[in-house]
């Protein structure tokens, strides 16, 4: 008989089975609210998250007569079992990741990424090991587990601080790629250690044994990785799934990679995974947009619980023996030595100028991986230590791998998430904000407007289905993207870096508002507009959208006509909002207000005008 049968009462429940329903619920009510609270106060959610488990984890043990933790992810989730839902958390969160990495991102800067991968591993593999054995006393078995633990990045965390900060873009890629590709080869070097303590091998044999698991390793998870890539393109590109499976089938085919790898060989289940992601993000598969959005999703719920129960673990003695300089100065030699160590022999003869480089090793934040990775080592070798003959003084420091590991994951966070963004603004190594404009639908309206912004020297690129006007456009020497720029393919070839609003200007207007909508989710909703459409002129007594082309007042045909009489854009100076309302008032029988212009930057005359800078210029056509 079971505890939990033992522990029945005459209507069938437990009281242990009422406490993990509750407190499972209540892990996910507090991450749901955690990552709330990281929004409402802007900073990355992983914070909130470690602080609202620490809180109602060992904290509260403080505050309750029994001295209880109010949530212990140790009473929901015990031994075999924790390592497995931690697992396969960490490897559909290394999935996702995976999803988002495209080759021709990285081609310019493979030799950097190739480097932060080699050197990110050796150098904190041994200088976090030597600084936490020389600063806390660890042995040298638990100091290289450690060290491995610390290699590991966080890509969860790393995500939301590119989003708020906008680096450039060699910037963005390095840490993007980084972020995802070392986290299954840290993981997969911890475990190598970890196996190295507990088989008790002598010391000789260990660069044999390390060598035979990592090439097993990476053989079967590349193997699978790529099988299972194989398998799902062939499934999502013939259409042999219903549109309302897709999502789940492909997250359960996902799950059985990770388990059939760790079958085949133990632990290579992360780096399946990943492989299996960054196939399909190179493979042109449709609807793939919409599987990234449902796994960044599926990730999202992962994170917010697995954050709150795994620093619900810990215990205040744990937490008590942090608070020594010892521990800030082992933390401080991680941030301040081993990580710029690491970016600035990876960037040796790249073309990172110094300040990108500063920026990058200002850049670490450890995440999830590190976090399940240190729980599950924590507890394997705490219920292993008479099997394999661990000594008490590894025992004792196995302990403090989780609360050392989550110091690391708290400082680095507190420090890169909430100054990352004063450090960028800085050393000038922030995006600048994009000035093209895209045009959906390459009618000769579009096709005139676009020629004159890009005769002032504003990138353009215009988008349609339609062949004549693509090869209209290919004539004129105008940038065109034949297909639906707002399409799976069309989004993935934009580079919104360089393209920060959108114009659309086809005949159809469903099509002008579902255009809108879906690449505003890209650049934002106060950077699209669109042509009015024929009701919204005819209907003077609703209130139009604020985001209507050309003052609101002109839709496809009426534009198009005046276009066909007058195909010459005009200039008039303005250096004042009165200047351009006058005009506008003055002229508004005799001209169709179109641009204002300033330097490189243009934006289009609508309802609501933009801000007047002086020496601009406003383009207009001429009504006969």
Request: hydrophobic share 50%; with cysteine; net charge neutral.
């Amino acid at each position: 008989m079971t505890e939990l049968e033992n522990s029945k009462n005459s209507d069938g429940w437990t009281s242990l089975y009422f406490i993990g329903m509750f407190e499972i619920a209540g892990l996910l009510v507090l991450g749901f609210f955690a990552q709330w609270l990281a929004w409402r106060i802007k900073v990355p959610a992983i914070l909130p998250l470690i602080i609202v488990g620490l809180v109602f984890g060992p904290i509260s043990s403080l505050f309750t007569p029994t001295g209880e933790k109010l949530i212990d992810g140790d009473r929901i989730f015990q031994g075999e079992r924790l390592f497995d839902v931690v697992s396969i958390s960490v490897g559909l969160i290394l999935f996702e990741g995976g999803l988002t990495l495209k080759f021709k991102e990285v081609k310019s800067l493979a030799t950097v990424v190739r480097n932060m991968i080699f050197y990110g591993s050796v150098v904190t593999l041994i200088g976090g090991a030597l600084a936490v054995h020389n600063i806390m006393g660890f042995s040298y078995q638990i100091a290289f587990l450690f060290g491995a633990l610390i290699i590991v990045t966080g890509p969860t965390v790393i995500g939301p601080i590119l989003r708020n900060v906008k680096p450039n873009d060699k910037i963005s890629t390095i840490l993007k790629w980084e972020g995802i590709l070392i986290d299954p080869v840290g993981a997969l070097i911890a475990i190598l250690i970890y196996e190295f303590i507990v088989s008790g091998k002598p010391n000789e044999y260990f660069t044999l044994f390390a060598l035979k698991t990592f090439a097993t390793t990476v053989v079967a998870g590349v193997f699978v990785g790529g099988l299972f890539a194989w398998f799902l393109y062939k499934i999502l590109t013939n259409k042999l799934l219903p549109y309302y499976l897709r999502n789940t089938v492909v997250l359960g085919i996902v799950i059985m990679a990770f388990a059939l790898a760790d079958i085949l060989h133990a632990e290579s289940g992360l780096l399946a995974v990943t492989i299996l992601g960054m196939i399909l993000a190179n493979l042109k598969i449709e609807g793939l947009k919409e599987i990234l959005s449902f796994k960044a999703d599926v990730v999202l719920i992962l994170i917010s619980f697995l954050f709150v129960m795994l620093s619900s673990r810990m215990d205040m003695a744990d937490l008590e023996k942090l608070m020594n300089w010892e521990s800030l100065l082992l933390f401080l030699v991680i941030v301040l030595v081993l990580r710029p160590l690491v970016v600035f022999l990876s960037a040796i003869k790249s073309e990172l100028n110094l300040r990108e480089k500063i920026f990058i090793s200002f850049i670490c934040p450890r995440g999830i991986v590190a976090a399940g990775v240190a729980s599950i080592f924590t507890v394997k070798m705490v219920d292993l230590a008479g099997q394999a003959g661990l000594s008490p003084k590894i025992v004792e420091d196995a302990q403090m791998l989780l609360p050392l590991t989550f110091m690391t994951i708290v400082g680095t966070v507190i420090i890169q998430g909430l100054l990352a963004k004063q450090v960028a603004n800085a050393l000038g190594v922030t995006r600048k904000k994009p000035n093209g404009i895209l045009f959906l639908g390459a009618g000769e309206t579009a096709r005139t407007i676009a020629k004159y912004l890009k005769g002032k020297g504003i990138p353009v690129m215009l988008g349609d289905t339609a062949k004549s006007n693509v090869n209209e456009c290919r004539t004129s020497w105008l940038p065109v993207y034949e297909g639906s720029l707002f399409s799976d393919e069309g989004l993935e070839e934009m580079d919104f870096s360089k393209f920060g609003k959108l114009f659309a200007m086809t005949s159809n207007t469903d099509i002008n508002v579902l255009g809108n909508r879906i690449i505003g989710k890209e650049i934002g909703d106060g950077n699209v507009y669109r042509l009015a459409s024929k009701r919204e002129l005819e209907i003077t007594n609703l209130e139009n959208p604020k985001n209507l082309l050309f003052h609101g007042k002109y839709d496809f045909i009426s534009l198009t006509q005046a276009f066909r009489r007058r195909t010459k854009i005009q200039e008039v100076g303005v250096n004042t909002q009165e200047d351009l309302e006058k005009i506008l008032e003055e002229k508004s029988d005799s001209i169709i207000p179109l641009l204002i212009v300033h330097e490189k930057n243009a934006f289009p005359v609508t309802e609501d005008l933009v801000e007047i800078k002086e020496g601009s210029t406003l383009a207009f056509l001429p009504r006969v």
